[in-house]
Structure formats: C-alpha cells, structure tokens
C-alpha cells in the first residue's frame, strides 16, 4: 500500500471539548499535557452528555483530588500547591501567587524536538515537598511565557505569581 503511513495510536486520540483542554494538566490521578487530547472515546458520568460537560471517566483510575469551595483565603500571600489544586474551580481565573519545590521543569532546548525547530512552551511542575512527587495528583504544573529567561532547578523552592485555568478535571497556572 502506497501513501503515509497511518499512526494508529495517534488516531485513537479526540478533543474531549475545548473548554476541558486548558485545564488538564490532572484528570483523575492520569496526567496529560495541558492542551492535549484524552484517550480512545471516554466512558461518561451516567445522565452526562458527550459535549464535554462532563469529565471523562477512567474504569479503575484513581479518584482525584479534591475540588473544594473557598470558605476562606489563607493568611499568606503564597498559597500552597495543595491549596491551589483542591480550591481549582473555585480559583479559576483568578490572579495567584504559589509557593513550591520544583519538582520537574522542561525548558530551553530540552523544550525542543531534535531536528523539527519547534518548541513546546516552557513549564514547570510544583509540589509542597519533595515527598509529593509520588503522588502526581498533588503537582501543580506552571506554563510559562516563551521569553521567560529565569532559569529553574529541581528541588528549587520558588513563588510563582499567574493566573489559573481550573475546574474538575485539572488546574494549570499560566505564570505572568
């Protein structure tokens, strides 16, 4: 047969809705790339429509995190990974500044695909302590702007002002 050859698993992926995609950088303990497509066609919550209302459900993934109401704003300027993740609707659009180790970071030319001359935006993942990194849920992950020159390193601890993109299914800062 003559032609492209027809990349199967990338054919297995679908938009789950463009209002989901900003934010899933979490979905229920599975962590995708922010902007990126959920898996094969998701099962969905019983009385849940397919028009990207509803989370997609995972048979046998771990439930997620938290998705609280703001009763109260801490005292300190700088919230918590924790906080962050488990008030994520509650925050979304909201200015923030978040403290955290930096637990991964991608940028520079490890950003780059080797001989494509092009890039993915640069970001890093936070957590409260190092400890968290075995509990993926609890990584809060930072877009950051492409001409960013602040260098970041593993175990850093950093504060990190932007602006949330959140709801059930993930949260995401894009840093200022």
């Not at 028009?51 to 700088?78: E, K, R, W």
């Not at 509990?135 to 001409?147: F, H, I, N, S």
Request: with cysteine.
């Amino acid at each position: 047969m003559s032609g492209p050859k027809s990349d199967t698993a990338a054919m297995r992926f679908r938009p789950i809705g463009a209002s989901l995609a900003t934010a899933l950088c979490i979905t229920s303990g599975i962590q995708l790339a922010c902007g990126q497509t959920s898996p094969g066609p998701p099962d969905l919550a019983e009385g849940a429509s397919a028009g990207g209302a509803a989370s997609p459900v995972v048979p046998g993934a771990p439930a997620g995190p938290p998705d609280q109401p703001i009763v109260h704003m801490p005292a300190s300027a700088a919230l918590t990974v924790t906080y962050v993740v488990e008030h994520r609707s509650a925050l979304s659009q909201s200015r923030v500044t978040v403290s955290g180790i930096v637990a991964w970071t991608l940028s520079g030319n490890g950003a780059c695909a080797t001989g494509t001359g092009m890039c993915a935006q640069p970001r890093i993942k936070l957590v409260d302590a190092l400890t968290d990194m075995r509990q993926p849920v609890y990584e809060l992950t930072v877009l950051l702007r492409a001409d960013a020159d602040a260098e970041f390193t593993v175990g850093q601890r950093v504060e990190i002002s932007g602006r949330v993109s959140g709801g059930p299914s993930g949260v995401v800062i894009h840093a200022d």
